[in-house]
């Protein structure tokens, strides 16, 4: 099992930035999809961001499309989704997700919450008007 930690989360001003990071445990291999999902209050999981380690192709949701950005550090094994441009919109319990098995299918759009097996705990995000 990968075992995923988020942090980075807090409470912003709309047009503010934050910086969420996942550091990954339990695997070292390329052959990875890592994702980011949000939940917003009373509203379903969706996925806002994937990057396939293997090669770094990335994934946006068309709402958060040039105001975020997912990377990976692999001396650190971690992945961060930088957010620039915050919306009130954009409130939300923040996931990192990572699978392993047909990792490829699961970085390509739509992402889908069950083809994800590893996550983390969540992080909370609030942006203020």
């Not at 939300?92 to 705990?121: I, S, V």
Request: net charge negative; glycine share 10%.
């Amino acid at each position: 099992q990968v075992h995923l930690v988020e942090s980075g989360g807090g409470s912003v001003q709309a047009g503010g930035s934050l910086r969420l990071s996942c550091s990954a445990s339990g695997t070292t291999s390329i052959d990875v999809c890592m994702a980011w999902f949000r939940q917003p209050p009373g509203k379903e999981r969706e996925g806002v961001a994937s990057i396939y380690i293997g090669d770094g192709t990335t994934y946006y949701t068309n709402s958060v499309k040039g105001r975020f950005t997912i990377s990976h550090d692999n001396a650190e094994n971690t992945v961060s989704l930088q957010m620039n441009s915050l919306k009130p919109e954009d409130t939300a319990m923040y996931y990192c997700a990572a699978q392993e098995n047909r990792a490829f299918n699961a970085c390509t759009p739509p992402l889908r919450d069950y083809e994800y097996k590893n996550w983390g705990q969540g992080t909370q995000v609030t942006v203020s008007s």
